[in-house]
């Protein structure tokens, strides 16, 4: 799994960590948040202050990571 994420309520609520080219980056903040049909979209800060776009695809259960 690329995306680690806290799920209190339903599946994907809150990214906490991805893998990114082999290294575990965490998760500072969440920058914002929407939805699409059948998706979830996070644009996330990690610590080192990388942006990036996850994705997560709730008909196929993959996430996708973009850098940004």
Same mark, same amino acid.
């Given at each position: 799994?690329? @995306? ?11 990214? @906490?960590?991805? @893998? ?8 500072? #903040? ?7 049909? #059948? ?6 800060? @990690? ?22």
């Amino acid at each position: 799994m690329n @995306v680690e994420c806290r799920s209190e309520t339903a599946y994907a609520e809150k990214p @906490v960590a991805l @893998v990114w080219e082999g290294e575990r980056l965490e998760v500072a #903040g969440i920058l914002s948040r929407w939805r699409a049909p #059948g998706q979830i979209h996070f644009r996330v800060r @990690v610590t080192d202050g990388r942006l990036f776009e996850l994705t997560y695809d709730e008909a196929t259960d993959e996430w996708h990571i973009q850098f940004l």
